[in-house]
T-cell receptor, first 109, second 116 residues
């Protein structure tokens, strides 16, 4: 069974702080995606990483895919209250996505 | 681009009745659609994979006779919860993938089902 361990599961920080969310697995994924979900809505795709060692930036968000394509991280710089939400990593395997447990991020003013 | 809609966005039904949820890809053709279930503060749980014109593939533990999936066209998949019970109350989300690109999925806004 392919598993994605996401940590931390809950994170509460002050506006302006930095944070990192981790997504780890013992399995190799052909690609890995990060989604953000707000309450009562569907997840929205933030980024897809495909190549081992790849780094992608989306404004204040930096995504990294591990060299062995088994892990990934999401780093947010100078968090804002609008970053609050559920962050999900998902690895592509066997024609479907395997989701991590999610990280509930709360950014307080 | 890559917009997915779901209807209804929320539904309340009585125990024992059936409810149908529609998932549509609005601006692209989706060879594969996926149905997920999500409990509060938890991640998505894949229920089934639906390919146009063929039977859905259900994940282990998901009752195919209870959760009927039909993928009649490249833009529409439906999930019917039959003989619903209160424990079926949940947030149901569909997603669709583009042709030949199954690792990127575009999600619908979800349907909140409450069974009384």
């Amino acid at each position: 069974t392919q598993l994605l361990e996401q940590s931390p599961q809950f994170l509460s920080i002050q506006e302006g702080e930095n944070l990192t969310v981790y997504c780890n697995s013992s399995s190799v994924f052909s690609s890995l995606q990060w989604y953000r979900q707000e309450p009562g809505e569907g997840p929205v795709l933030l980024v897809t990483v495909v190549t081992g060692g790849e780094v992608k930036k989306l404004k204040r968000l930096t995504f990294q895919f591990g060299d062995a394509r088994k892990d990934s991280s999401l780093h947010i710089t100078a968090a804002q209250t609008g970053d609050t939400g559920l962050y999900l990593c998902a690895g592509a395997w066997g024609g479907k996505l395997i989701f991590g447990q999610g990280t509930e991020l709360s950014v307080k003013p | 681009g890559a917009v997915v809609s779901q209807h209804p966005s929320w539904v309340i039904c009585k125990s024992g009745t059936s409810v149908k949820i529609e998932c549509r890809s609005l601006d692209f053709q989706a060879t594969t659609m996926f149905w997920y279930r999500q409990f509060p503060k938890q991640s998505l749980m894949l229920m089934a994979t639906s390919n146009e014109g063929s039977k859905a593939t259900y994940e282990q533990g998901v009752e195919k006779d209870k959760f009927l999936i039909n993928h009649a066209s490249l833009t529409l998949s439906t999930l019917t919860v039959t003989s619903a019970h209160p424990e079926d109350s949940s947030f149901y989300i569909c997603s669709a993938s583009l042709w030949g690109n199954t690792y990127e999925q575009y999600f619908g806004p979800g349907t909140r089902l409450t069974v009384t």
